[in-house]
Nanobody, 124 residues
Framework: QVDLVESGGGLVQTGGSLRLSCGVSGRPFSEYGMGWFRQAPGKEREFVAAISKSGWTTSDAAFVKGRFAISRDNAKSTLYLQMNHLKPEGTAVYYC?????????????????WGQGTQVTVSS
């Protein structure tokens, strides 16, 4: 069993920044590819970013446009999402997730474990 706990969400003004963290326990962190998804009210969960087990390979959604950066610290068993230049449409619950398969997962169905989510609210 793998447990994921997100933190770092909150209320921020348009143009502001937040750094989300996801602590992972239960199994060696380096065994899992990781991802971030988000879900806004009334919308489906959507892919934000993914990172490989080693951290050498990443991918992010088209809407990110260089504003967000996914990273991981395998020594600390922690995943990060640095979000800059936030927009009101970024208001959502952000989830971290883990998958045992190699490569990057761009679909929610490719992930085995999920955290409870952290709320991000961007005011206009």
């Amino acid at each position: 069993q793998v447990d994921l706990v997100e933190s770092g969400g909150g209320l921020v003004q348009t143009g502001g920044s937040l750094r989300l963290s996801c602590g992972v326990s239960g199994r060696p962190f380096s065994e899992y590819g990781m991802g971030w998804f988000r879900q806004a009210p009334g919308k489906e969960r959507e892919f934000v970013a993914a990172i490989s087990k080693s951290g050498w390979t990443t991918s992010d959604a088209a809407f990110v446009k260089g504003r967000f950066a996914i990273s991981r610290d395998n020594a600390k068993s922690t995943l990060y999402l640095q979000m800059n230049h936030l927009k009101p449409e970024g208001t959502a619950v952000y989830y971290c997730c883990a998958r045992s398969a190699d490569g990057l997962g761009l679909e929610a169905s490719e992930y085995d474990y999920w955290g409870q989510g952290t709320q991000v609210t961007v005011s206009s």
